[in-house]
């Protein structure tokens, strides 16, 4: 079974996303800030990472460069979450190190088909 | 002179009509000094006329006198040579004549009285003598009439030969000269009114000149100042010399530009501050908004699990209108962001073709829910361009989606064309359908928010009624510009056009929209 971290602040967001793709059949790792994220990203080792750009304690920006700086997890893909339109953050996020973007509201079929893409 | 006469005018501090009037008037005097001028030169010449002519006359009568002395004193001479007495009595009837003319010689000017004078006694004296020759000769004294004669009569006949003869040639240098002297004061009189004309005109000029100078120089700043007001310039101030109703109407212009762009300020405060608003309001509301509809999504997936089929028409409503009310939201966004100036393009070369056909498969399930047929002309051939893709994109997806959505049974062409410009290249891009078309009231409105909606509520037709205006606004960020051409129930054609090179976009500025 393929391992997904989400790194979300927002509760909804993070429940409607874990029940969705437990339902597709992966299992789930949550954190709820950047620190808990890079931490977590370290111990559990997870197939790919869903990361939020807003988060607290440390952004989406600075977890994904700690996280891609540490060579256990480097590898590990990246999906960003960033808000519409913010054509800003999206150039941020790649510039960070993430390995694609998805603008929320998410659309959840293409937020799929981009998982699949790596795993 | 030819600035600080305006200057001076337009410093001047009475009214634009009394400096009218006083041009005028002063053009008026200067008139009537000339005409004055003229009239007393020709009274002048035609005084020394007139005095010529005098002395032509009083030429001619010294000369009949010159004459008649000569004629009297050679027929003296020949009556006293071989007197006989009818010789002698007309002698003495031709001195009495003489004299008689003598005293009636006139136009004896004051220069010549003294030589008159002279003349009148040396004639008294011939006529003295010759009365006393005839005498001595009538009494048969004929030596002493003889030696009379010749001591006395020749030499006073000689004199007064002389004095006639200085006469004749005094007067006939005094015609001389006055002819030279009237000659030279012509000369004058002629520089005079020429001088004085031309110096009328000159001032005249100058007058008119410095009038229309002082009024058309403040009315020119003013027109400038109007002309930069009407295009937004709040911030030129102008400064007239005059002291005039143009120089309180300047102050006035002035005053009305300070308050304009105070008003322009606020306008614009209070439209960054709605957009600013706008912008915020759309970030928080789609945060619940993105749980209603995942969540809808997550329960019609669970129902279907379940076998609660009952459920799914309402989950499904539920998603759509959350869908559609996100897509009002997220154009609202796009369209306060645009107005408040904070998108920014961020352009990077891309594949014309590929970015083609990605919208294309978007809009494809579209094209099938309304049976209409989608052609696509688009190659390879097209290349690349350097542009934001996806702003390109949003607008190739509105035109291509509306024209699905408005056209039924029909077909649906996408043309697409490189055209080489002088310094850049052009992509044209036109979207032809076979749909409902607009009529000309449509098409007037089309640029403007909700108009779709606007048809009373009827809302028969999907869509955020922003699409256009968005697409309007990309576009000539871009440095493009959108046209169409349309015919009310038999389709309509947009077309776009976009520079390839997006080095060119961002200099239009956009245009505020009136939400």
């Known amino acids: 079974m393929k391992k997904i971290l989400i790194i979300e602040d927002d509760d909804m967001s993070r429940d409607m996303l874990s029940r969705r793709l437990e339902r597709r059949g992966y299992s789930l790792v949550l954190g709820v800030d950047g620190k808990q994220g890079v931490a977590l990203a370290h111990s559990e080792l997870p197939d790919l990472i869903l990361m939020d750009m807003s988060l607290p304690i440390l952004n989406g920006w600075e977890a994904t460069q700690q996280i891609k700086a540490m060579p256990e997890t480097k590898s590990i893909p990246i999906i960003a979450l960033t808000s519409h339109a913010m054509a800003g953050d999206r150039k941020k996020a790649l510039a960070a190190g993430c390995d694609e973007y998805s603008t929320k509201p998410i659309d959840f079929e293409i937020l799929l088909g981009k998982i699949e893409q790596f795993i | 002179m030819m600035t600080w006469l305006p200057r001076l005018v337009a410093r001047t501090p009475v009214t634009v009509y009394t400096k009218l009037n006083w041009a005028f008037l002063a053009i008026v005097a200067l008139l009537i000094a000339f005409g004055g001028l003229g009239l007393v030169v020709l009274n002048e010449s035609n005084q020394r006329t007139e005095d010529l002519v005098k002395l032509q006359r009083k030429i001619a009568a010294y000369r009949q006198l010159q004459h008649d002395t000569t004629s009297q004193l050679y027929s003296i001479t020949s009556a006293l040579l071989t007197p006989n007495d009818t010789l002698l009595e007309s002698a003495l009837r031709q001195l009495n004549q003489y004299r008689y003319n003598l005293d009636r010689v006139q136009f004896v000017s004051k220069g010549e009285v003294e030589l008159f004078r002279k003349i009148q006694r040396e004639h008294e004296r011939l006529t003295q003598v010759v009365t006393q020759v005839v005498e001595l000769t009538r009494a048969g004294r004929v030596y002493e009439a003889m030696e009379l004669r010749h001591s006395q009569t020749n030499p006073v006949s000689d004199r007064l030969e002389r004095l006639t003869n200085e006469m004749v040639n005094r007067a006939e240098a005094d015609i001389v000269a006055k002819a030279d002297e009237s000659r030279r004061s012509f000369l004058v009189s002629q520089w005079m009114v020429i001088s004085f004309g031309l110096s009328s005109v000159g001032l005249a000029l100058l007058l008119g000149y410095a009038i229309s100078k002082s009024l058309m120089g403040p009315v020119m700043k003013m027109d400038d100042s109007l002309a930069r007001i009407s295009s937004g310039d709040f911030s030129h101030r102008i400064t007239v010399p005059n002291r005039d109703e143009l120089g309180d109407l300047a102050e ?264």
């Open chain 2, 252 to 515: 006035h212009l002035n005053r009305m530009s300070e308050e304009l762009r105070g008003l322009y300020h606020q306008i614009e405060m209070a439209s960054s501050y709605k957009s600013e608003f706008l912008a915020n309001v759309s970030h928080e509301l789609r945060t619940p908004l993105n749980a209603i509809i995942g969540y809808s999504e997550l329960l019609m997936e669970e129902a279907e699990d379940k076998g609660e089929e009952d459920f799914i028409p309402d989950l499904k409503r539920i998603q759509t209108s959350g869908k559609h009310l996100l897509a009002l939201i997220n154009d609202i966004l796009d369209l306060s962001k645009i107005e408040a100036g904070k998108v920014e393009l961020s352009p990077e070369i891309f594949n014309i073709e590929n970015m083609v056909h990605e919208v294309v498969s978007t809009v494809e399930p579209m094209a099938r829910k309304n049976n209409n047929t989608l052609q696509i002309h688009c190659n390879e051939a097209l290349g690349q361009m350097y542009a934001d893709k996806t702003r390109v994109r949003q607008i190739l997806f509105n035109l291509l989606s509306n024209a699905c959505k408005f056209t039924e049974q029909g077909s649906v062409t996408l043309d697409t064309v490189r055209e080489t410009g002088k310094n850049f290249d052009w992509l044209n891009i036109s979207v032809k359908d076979t749909g409902i078309g607009m009529t000309e009231e449509q098409m007037s409105k089309l640029y403007q928010p909700f108009s779709q909606l606007g048809e009373k509520g009827s809302k028969k037709y999907d869509g955020t009624g922003l699409g256009l205006v968005i697409t309007k606004q990309f576009c000539t960020m871009m440095g493009g510009n959108i046209a169409v051409t349309s015919e009310y129930g038999s389709g309509s054609t947009f077309t776009l056009r976009l520079p390839m090179d997006g080095n060119h976009a961002g200099v239009v500025e956009i245009p505020a929209l009136h939400t």
